[in-house]
């Protein structure tokens, strides 16, 4: 099965709205990372985090290796927060294993 | 800092044609990684170095891809003989460290094999 399983897989939202994205590992993650690729196929990285929580800006993401899961919130939706959404868990001292995605569609 | 830059951004081959593709780290990262996208297969680790010494190169198909890093501002990609199933999107990623520290990406080469 899947070593790290994103939910839910899509998602439409208003703008101006709140949501709240997840991963859960079944391997031993010792860190993670969270990205947005945006609609012309850029991999921004948003968040990289040990066992905690970040924020920056509307987003905030948390980690919790002892439950095996992140969340990515994102407060006050805006239309380009729109694209897909992945995280990935560090298995190694260099390999990621990355999770399927979470397509995010905000509408006006 | 001009990002990760890869080149070209599209690429279209035929059949049994050659490709190369090009990636410029961050000046000063010491890790380079390459992956490859599909809508069917997700994001594919390829292969990584570092220092430019290769590390890890467990997700090359053995037989028409070989990756090089002549020197620490760039790496290669190389598909000899492309086949249809090589189309994809070719992402190069770079870190300063070399572990699973923050990976900054290029914008990809999107190679299309007809």
């Known amino acids: 099965g899947d070593k790290v399983k994103q939910s839910p897989s899509a998602l439409s939202l208003q703008e101006g709205t709140n949501s709240a994205l997840r991963c859960n590992f079944s391997?031993?993650?010792?860190?993670v990372q969270w990205f947005l690729q945006n609609p012309r196929g850029s991999l921004i990285n948003l968040f990289y985090?040990?066992?905690?929580?970040k924020e920056n800006g509307r987003l905030k993401s948390a980690f919790d290796s002892k439950e095996s899961y992140s969340t990515l919130h994102i407060r006050d939706a805006q239309l380009e927060d729109s694209g897909t959404y992945f995280c990935?868990?560090?298995?190694?001292?260099?390999?990621?294993?990355w999770g399927s995605g979470t397509k995010l569609i905000i509408k006006p | 800092n001009a990002g990760v830059i890869q080149t070209p951004r599209h690429k279209v081959t035929g059949k049994g044609q050659e490709a190369t593709l090009w990636c410029e780290p961050i000046?000063?990262?010491?890790?380079v990684f390459w992956y490859r996208q599909t809508i069917v297969q997700g994001l594919e680790f390829l292969t990584y170095?570092?220092?430019?010494?290769?590390?890890?190169d467990s997700g090359m198909p053995k037989e028409r891809f070989s990756a090089q890093m002549p020197n620490q501002s760039h790496s290669t990609l190389k598909i000899q003989s492309t086949q249809p199933q090589d189309s994809a999107v070719y992402l190069c990623?770079?870190?300063?460290?070399?572990?699973?520290?923050?990976?900054?990406f290029g914008s990809g080469t999107r190679l299309t094999v007809l």
């Open positions: 990935a868990a560090e298995a190694s001292n260099y390999q990621l294993i």
């Open positions: 391997i031993a993650a010792t860190t």
């Open positions: 985090l040990v066992p905690g929580t």
């Open positions: 000046s000063g990262h010491s890790a």
């Open positions: 170095f570092r220092n430019q010494a290769p590390i890890d």
């Open positions: 990623a770079s870190t300063t460290g070399g572990g699973a520290e923050t990976l900054y």
